[in-house]
């Protein structure tokens, strides 16, 4: 069964660090671009990073760029997402999915969203 799994997330002050994981099974996901997206109550999904399956290149939004990473452990099949100076804004639920080939043209576009996980939930509060 091709899945996608979250896990990392939980309350942090603001200021703090949490690191995501999005763990795949019934596939590899060496050659796919995995990207992360959140949403927040009352608020549009939002994309904020992805990782390239054919040369490891990234994109990060205007929102997070310089205090989120994104990586992946091939041997893992697990790709990450180191966030720091985490903010109250940056409280949403979290979900990592799989595009369509492995370029990222086609990463955090809905249509061409293949597999998603379920989510993990991030709060960001004192």
């Known amino acids: 069964q091709v899945q996608l799994v979250e896990s990392g997330g939980g309350l942090v002050q603001p200021g703090g660090s949490l690191r995501l994981s999005c763990t795949a099974s019934?596939?590899?996901?060496?050659?796919?671009?995995i990207g992360w997206f959140r949403q927040a109550p009352g608020k549009e999904r939002e994309g904020i990073s992805c990782?390239?399956?054919?040369?490891?290149?990234?994109y990060y939004g205007d929102s997070v760029k310089g205090r989120f990473t994104i990586s992946r452990d091939n041997a893992k099949n697990t790709v990450y997402l180191q966030m720091t100076s985490l903010k109250r804004e940056d409280t949403a639920v979290y979900y990592c999915?799989?595009?369509?080939?492995?370029?990222?043209?086609?990463?955090?576009?809905?249509?061409?969203?293949?597999?998603r996980g379920q989510g993990t939930l991030v709060t960001v509060s004192p």
């Open positions: 990782i390239s399956g054919v040369d490891d290149s990234t």
């Open positions: 999915a799989r595009y369509t080939g492995g370029s990222l043209g086609l990463c955090l576009i809905e249509t061409y969203l293949e597999v």
């Open positions: 019934g596939f590899k996901l060496d050659y796919y671009a």
